[in-house]
């Protein structure tokens, strides 16, 4: 469906990591997509609003009598399946890995590290690092992607994981030690 992905929002690569999880495959064609999100939201105007186009370019495409102009309304489209297909399959994976069943594994290409004394080892600077997240973690993550947690907190809960899996330093109230920022892309896999 993506074949493509690649991206630096944390909330994009959770959604795109749920595919791996689906047992139904999406609609293929922007038509059939947009029927599918149009019984998820409330409204036409809500779903056009959301993929950044007008409603009645939205209905046009629904009805089959044109295609999604670009890649850029295709591509939307299809995001917005990603983060809505099959809720429930979605969830019984994030359980399992909360509890421990499986695990999360994370890849990242980003600016990680202690705002410290420059020159040191543990001093931040782009990394690339891939690395298994403490179960706690997975199950913050999950939760605040549930309730649609901006992309600030999903990197503060990020950063903390692999600070404690990578550096062995675990964060201490609200002072979070390592900061992940400016990230080039970003994936999961459980």
């Known amino acids: 469906m993506l074949d493509d992905f690649y991206t630096a929002s944390i909330a994009e690569a ?13 609609p ?6 947009l029927r599918f999100l149009a019984t998820r939201y409330a409204e036409l105007g809500a ?5 950044d186009t007008k409603p009645r370019l939205v209905k046009e495409v629904m009805k089959g009598r044109q295609s999604a102009p670009g890649s850029v309304l295709s591509q939307a489209i299809a995001k ?3 983060r809505l ?3 429930r399959v979605r969830r019984r994976a994030h359980h399992l890995i909360s509890t421990g069943h499986d695990g999360m594994l994370v890849h990242f290409k980003a600016w990680f590290g202690f705002t410290g004394a420059a020159g040191s080892s543990d001093d931040g600077r782009v990394r690339h690092i891939t690395e298994r997240l403490p179960m706690a973690y997975a199950a913050r993550l999950f939760q605040a992607r549930y309730r649609n947690a901006d992309e600030g907190e999903l990197r503060e809960i990020i950063a903390d994981a692999v600070g404690e899996a990578y ?8 002072l979070h030690w ?13």
Do not use: C
């Open 28 to 33: 293929r064609s922007d038509s059939a997509r």
């Open 85 to 87: 297909w099959q809720p």
């Open 80 to 82: 917005d399946v990603v």
């Open 14 to 26: 959770l959604d795109f990591a749920d595919t791996h999880h689906w047992t139904r495959q999406p």
């Open 167 to 174: 550096f062995n330093v675990s964060p201490r109230g609200k």
């Open 47 to 51: 779903l056009a609003s959301r993929l």
């Open 178 to 190: 390592v900061r992940l920022t400016d990230i080039v892309y970003i994936q999961f896999s459980y």
